[in-house]
């Protein structure tokens, strides 16, 4: 039998932005780390924090602040992912590192992002599950009646990462069917299937079902479901049925899968992978669109030219990158000091700790141009906000009028 394994089929920019995300990945979860096993416990409570629930997101985090938004865009993170948001902040300039060894303390960074408590920037508060994530709806809809009634305004694309689990709240759902979104183009949704929510798995139905009310409500869907080494390989011969019965199983067994020994895979999956060594097993069943930033490039292409608010189902893995990847139970999982110490002495984890805000001498190749040249100024500059006669919106009264015992008759 003969063994290839994938070829390296990212682009430039892609290699530079996975050099971003390593060192993201690695400061949020140290960021986590130190809260609970390095700071002094003086109060014997538990701290707390998301270490699999944040490198779920950490692709998405680095496409978005790296790559996608624009000054003067709004996002609105999934609570979970805090540190990876605080993370991007300090590599961006926007967070003095003295906060990074402060997550979940006093006066420091908050469980969850916080518009009035964090000292970097947030644009909206989450924490409730579904009330940050249809924030940014309404600030479009108020956006679009500023623009039309002021003539200020505009231009602002508005972005909410949304973990699958919340997709269960009611709001939710009452946002997506606002007849009033209809026809707004600036509107990006982006739910993390990782497929877990707490210590749960997501039954896999749930999210076909899930993306059927959108469209049934009119918003544009996108799917950034595999990643291109598992396209590649659903091309070779036999690959046909790779991606049907990837696509086929049950949420359960494809964490299984995840987690399981090369011949399990082998077995499992049959004839596409034969072609394949055992050590890329891993890799490749877990190459998911949602760590695939070529395939989040297209995905997000695609929504953002929608006339439709626009939804992105990128699958994702939670705990990506970590030793608890995938594990059902890793909901409130903390690496052991064990865990992270060979990946504290890795060069991507001491540059992580080391590398502030990538001075231009140091960016990775690549990123000079394309990505390199917008970081400084991502949300750091921002849009001056609209002006107009604030003394009468609102405060105009309309006439009054006497109501009469008649008006009942
Ligand atoms: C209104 C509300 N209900 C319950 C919770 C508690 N809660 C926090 S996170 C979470 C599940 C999150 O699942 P998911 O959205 O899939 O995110 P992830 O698993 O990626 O963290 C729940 C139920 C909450 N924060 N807000």
Known sequence: MTTTNPPETRSDTSLALDEIQRRVLWLATLMVHHANHVRPDRGGLKVGGHQASSASVVTLMTYLFFEFLRSGDRIS???????????VQYLLGNLDPAYLTMLRQQHGLQAYPSRTKDPDRVDFSTGSMGLGSIAPNYAALLDRYVQGRFGHGGGRRYVSLVGDGELDEGSIWETVAEPALAGLDNVIWVVDVNRQSLDRVIPGIRIRQLAAMFRDNGWHVVEAKYGRRLEEASRRAGGDRLC???????????QFLLRAPAAVVRSSLGSAFEGYEDEALPALIADLGGHDFDVLREAFRTADG?????????YTVKGWGLPIAGDPLNHQALLTSEQVAPSAGSSACRRAINGRAFPRSRRPAGCATSVGERWPTHLGSPVPPPRFPMTSVGRTRAPRRRSSPSGFS
């Open 77 to 87: 993170v999934k609570p979970h992912a805090a540190p990876v948001l605080h993370a």
């Open 244 to 254: 049907r019965r990837i696509d086929e199983m049950s949420n359960e067994e494809y």
């Open 306 to 314: 929608s006339r439709q608010p626009a939804v992105i189902f990128a």
